[in-house]
């Protein structure tokens, strides 16, 4: 898992063909209803209106969610949901695709 999805760092901002990922809020979320720290933000600039996809991935690899992005957005996120239910705690691994490029990187949920 971790030579798949780590090749990346997600430290710096990441450009090619126009999309350029800024960053994440929020990489541990405790998600209970309290609108502090709910969901993961995932920031990019997106000049080309391009669509893509972010998936989240538990440790064993199993996806977790994955979340349509659509053309034109700046951002997703992800309320912690595996499946409509609460998604266990535990570090889950973030792949970020627009325009052909993948940003990876971690996030906590925290129950």
Do not use: C, K, M
């Amino acid at each position: 898992l971790s030579g798949l999805f780590f090749g990346l760092s997600a430290a710096a901002p990441l450009s090619a063909r126009g999309f350029s990922f800024t960053g994440v809020s929020n990489r541990i979320i405790t998600p209970n209803g309290d609108r502090r720290n709910d969901e993961a933000v995932f920031r990019f600039s997106n000049p080309r209106d391009a669509s893509g996809t972010l998936r989240i991935y538990d440790r064993g690899g199993h996806e977790a969610a994955s979340i349509d992005i659509p053309a034109g957005a700046t951002s997703a996120s992800w309320d912690g949901r595996s499946g409509g239910q609460a998604a266990a705690s535990g570090v889950y691994v973030y792949v970020l695709t627009v325009e052909e490029t993948s940003v990876s990187g971690t996030v906590v949920v925290i129950r």
